[in-house]
C-alpha cells in the first residue's frame, strides 16, 4: 500500500529554535513549508531555555571563544544583525542589550518568537505536524533528496519538498553515541536539554551519504551538583554552578586538570574525561559573595548556588578549616590529602609563581584564603552537542568529498563544528542557520 503524499517548498524535521525559524523565515516569503516534530509540543530545548539570544561580538571573538570552524562563525556574526531585525519587525519582545560571558545579547521572549513561526506557517499553507517520527529520507536515482517518509499514528505520510532540513537538535539525549562521539564516561553524563534529540537528524543525513565530523567531540553544557530529582527541567538551572571558572577544580586523585577560567562550558567537557566522570569545586568566602550568590545575565534570579545545590541533595561542605574540607573529599572518594596540597601549592603560585601553574591560570590568579572555604562534588551534565553533520556557510549537507547532498540541509545541534570546545550562544548558532538554510531553499 503507497503512503499519502504531501508536497510543499520546504520539510523541516524538528520544531525547535533552528527549524521553526527556518520554516517561519521562508513562510514569510511564500513558501510552503511542511514541519514533523517528534515531541507532543514545539520548541525542543529553545522552549526550556531563558531566551538569551547572544553571541561574540567580532568574527575574532568568535573564533578564540567558539574555537571552531572560522567560516561557520562569521555566518552567525553575518546573520545575527538580520535576525534581530526580524524578530524586532515581528513584534516579539526584545529586552535591552545585555552582557552574556563573552559578548551581548537580548533576551527575547522565546516562546512568541517560536509560536509566532509557527503562525507564519500556518498563514501560507504549510502545516506544523506533531508527534512524527521520520522514518528515511527520499531520494532521486542520482541522489537529490526530495523529502522524507514519516509516520504518525494516523499513518504513514510521504513528504515531497525540494529542499529537506534536518533540525532535530544533536545526539545528547542518547547515551550510546554520546559515548562513541564524546568519551566514555559520556555514556552516563547527565542530560539538561530536552529529551528528545537523540541524534536522528544526523543518521539520516549519514544514511544518504552526510559526513560527520567524528573528531569533534566538544559539547555545551555545565558543571551541576547531584540530585535526586534530576530530570525536572527546573533544575537544570538551578543546580548549574556557573561560577566555577572562578573555583579550583580537583579530580578524584585531588589534581587540577584544566583552565577553570576558560568557563563553566569548557570545565564541563574536561570533567567529563576524568576519573568516574566528575570532580570536586572548591572556593573561599570571596568567591562566594561576588560569584556563587549572583546571577550570571541580568534577567536572571540570584540565588546561593552552594544552599541550593544542599537542599536538593548535593554533596558539599561549607567549613573554615580547609582539613576539614580534605576529610571531606576523602569521604566522598577524592584524595584528601592531595586535594589539601593542591589548594595550598595553588595559594603559594598565586602570591610566588604563577607562571609556574600547571595548567596555567589565564584569569582570576587569585588565592583561595578566605574562610569560610566551600567543596561540593559536581557533575558534568549536557546541553547540547557540537559533533554532527558537516556543512559549508550555505548550511548544505556535505558528503566525505565535500560535495553538497543537493536538497539537504542541517542547522543548528544536527549540523557540526561551528564551535569546537568553545561556546557563543545556541540559540544565535540555530537561529542564523535555521535563516540561512531558508535562504539556500530559495527564500531570501
Ligand atoms: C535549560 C536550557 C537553557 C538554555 N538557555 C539558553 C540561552 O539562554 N541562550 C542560548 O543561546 N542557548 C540556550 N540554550 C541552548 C539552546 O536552547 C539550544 O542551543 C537550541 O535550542 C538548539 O536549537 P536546535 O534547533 O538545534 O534544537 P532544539 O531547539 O532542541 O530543537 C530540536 C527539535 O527537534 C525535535 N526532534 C528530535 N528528533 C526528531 C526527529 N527524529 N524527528 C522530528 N523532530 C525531532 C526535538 O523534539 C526538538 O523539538 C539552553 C538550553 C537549555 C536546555
Redesign the pocket.
Known amino acids: 500500500m503507497s503512503n499519502e503524499v504531501l508536497e510543499c517548498d520546504l520539510l523541516v ?7 521553526l525559524s527556518a520554516a517561519g523565515w521562508a513562510a514569510s516569503r511564500g513558501a510552503k513549508v511542511v514541519v ?4 507532543e509540543k ?13 553571541t561574540a561580538t567580532s568574527k575574532a571573538r568568535m573564533n578564540y571563544y567558539g574555537a571552531g570552524e572560522a567560516d561557520l562563525g562569521a555566518v552567525v556574526c553575518a546573520t545575527y544583525p538580520q535576525a534581530m531585525s526580524w524578530l524586532r519587525e515581528r513584534g516579539i519582545d526584545v529586552s535591552e542589550k545585555m552582557d552574556a560571558l563573552h559578548g551581548y545579547g537580548y533576551q527575547i521572549d522565546i516562546i512568541a518568537h517560536l509560536q509566532g513561526c509557527v503562525a507564519l506557517v500556518e498563514q501560507a499553507g504549510g502545516h506544523v505536524i506533531l508527534g ?3 522514518e528515511k529520507l527520499l531520494h532521486t536515482p542520482d541522489g537529490r533528496i526530495i523529502g522524507a517518509s514519516t509516520r504518525h499514528v494516523d499513518g504513514c505520510v510521504d513528504v515531497h519538498a525540494a529542499s529537506t532540513l534536518l ?4 545526539y545528547q539525549g542518547d547515551p550510546e553515541l554520546r559515548a562513541r562521539y564524546i568519551h566514555p564516561n559520556a555514556r552516563n553524563m547527565l542530560l ?3 529529551l ?3 541524534g ?2 544526523i543518521q539520516l543525513g549519514e544514511q544518504v551519504g552526510g559526513e560527520v565530523r567524528a573528531t569533534n567531540d566538544g559539547f ?1 553544557g555545565h558543571l551541576v551538583s547531584a540530585s535526586p530529582s534530576w530530570g525536572e ?1 527546573r533544575l ?2 538551578m543546580l548549574s554552578q556557573y561560577h566555577s571558572d572562578y573555583t579550583l577544580l580537583l579530580n578524584e586523585d585531588g589534581l587540577r586538570f584544566c583552565d577553570e577560567t576558560n568557563g563553566d562550558h569548557t570545565n564541563t567537557y574536561y570533567t567529563v574525561q576524568q576519573k568516574n566522570g566528575r570532580a570536586l569545586c572548591f572556593w573561599d568566602s570571596r568567591v562566594h559573595e561576588e560569584q556563587a550568590t549572583k546571577s550570571i ?1 541580568k534577567f536572571a534570579t540570584p540565588m546561593d548556588k552552594f544552599a541550593v545545590a544542599l537542599e536538593f541533595g548535593g554533596a558539599g561542605l561549607c567549613s573554615a578549616s580547609v582539613d576539614d574540607i580534605a576529610g571531606f573529599a576523602s569521604a566522598q572518594g577524592f584524595n584528601g590529602e592531595q586535594v589539601a596540597k593542591s589548594i595550598a601549592d595553588f595559594n603559594f603560585c598565586c602570591r610566588n609563581a604563577w607562571e609556574t601553574l600547571d595548567p596555567p591560570r589565564s584569569e582570576e590568579c587569585i588565592p583561595y584564603d578566605r574562610a569560610p572555604f566551600y567543596a561540593l562534588v559536581v557533575y558534568p551534565a549536557i ?2 552537542t557540537y559533533g554532527g553533520l558537516t556543512i559549508d556557510t550555505a548550511a548544505r549537507v556535505l558528503d566525505a568529498r565535500g560535495q553538497a547532498i543537493p536538497g539537504l540541509l542541517a ?4 549540523a557540526g563544528a561551528a564551535f569546537g570546545i568553545g561556546y557563543a ?6 537561529m542564523t542557520f ?1 535563516i540561512t538554510a531558508a535562504r539556500t531553499a530559495g527564500w531570501q
Open positions: 524535521i524538528g520544531a525547535g529554535m533552528a527549524g514533523v516534530e517528534k515531541a514545539i520548541g525542543g530545548s529553545a522552549a526550556l531555555s531563558g531566551g538569551m539570544l547572544w512524527t517520527s521520520v533540525a532535530t537538535g544533536g539538561r536539554s530536552n528528545t534529540s537523540r536522528e537528524g555545551y527541567e537544570y538551572t545575565v546541553t547540547f542547522a543548528g545541534s544536527d550562544g545556541g540559540l544565535a548558532l540555530a535555521g
